[in-house]
């Protein structure tokens, strides 16, 4: 396979044509190898436009929904970032060339220890990667700027939201299969919430969260 080949047909076939224009996220996907960050028995696969199986039930987002998340977040080099659901660590590579700090929680183990070595191995030293359960976020180190969910949910826990700065952004795929939509929610005062709906797409469970419940802001 020729990898650089693959890399380009995917920025340019699956993800600019998905409405990811931001030219630092495309330049960003060219800087950090997608292929680093999947198990090797799937590397020849790292570029195709689906999600990839990393356990029984945990996915690797398609390339072009994790750009388009990315460029939605617009993230900036002050902020400070919570990732939940880390996987082998893409999005926290990318997240880290965008942000000052980035915080990645992962509740598997071994994806946990995947992403920690697949980040360190690409030289990605601002992004921590904690084992632990991510559905109530991580209220030690908040406020965050950004919160990304790299997974579905069936519904937004406040306990998040309420983790956002004034101004903060949080981006996550919500809903119940076959339909599932991406969000973006903006905290814009101390007890108010925007939420702009971005995409419709269909996402792998990220574990620990609420199946149901009121989904309100």
């Known amino acids: 396979m020729n990898v650089e ?14 409405d990811v224009l931001d030219l630092s996220v495309l330049e960003l996907l060219r800087v950090v190898h997608r292929e680093d960050f999947v198990p090797a028995a799937l590397r020849a696969q790292a570029f195709v436009d689906v999600e990839l199986p990393l356990t029984a039930t945990r996915r690797m987002l398609a390339p072009k929904v994790e750009a388009r998340l990315l460029q939605e977040l617009k993230v900036q080099r002050h902020e400070k970032v919570l990732e939940i659901g ?5 999005l926290a590579a990318l997240l880290g060339h965008k942000a000052q ?32 359960d991510g559905s109530a976020g991580l209220a030690a180190e908040e406020p965050f700027d950004a919160i990304l969910l790299s997974g579905s949910v069936a519904e937004v826990p406040q306990a998040l939201l309420a983790q956002l700065k004034v101004g903060g952004r949080l981006a996550a795929i919500v809903g119940d299969l076959p339909v599932m939509r991406a969000v973006l929610v903006t905290r814009t005062a101390a007890d108010a919430w925007q939420t702009r709906e971005l995409f419709d797409t269909v996402a792998g ?7 149901h419940g009121a989904f309100s802001f």
């Not at 880390?86 to 893409?90: C, E, N, P, R, S």
Request: charged fraction near 20%.
């Open 101 to 132: 700090r980035v915080i990645a929680l992962e509740a598997d183990a071994d994806l946990a220890a995947q992403a920690s070595a697949n980040l360190k191995r690409a030289g990605v030293l601002n992004v921590t990667v904690q084992n632990q």
């Open 86 to 90: 880390a996987a082998t660590g893409h």
């Open 205 to 211: 469970r990220l574990p620990g969260f609420a199946e």
């Open 5 to 18: 080949q693959a890399r380009f047909n995917m920025i340019e076939q699956q993800i600019r044509p998905w």
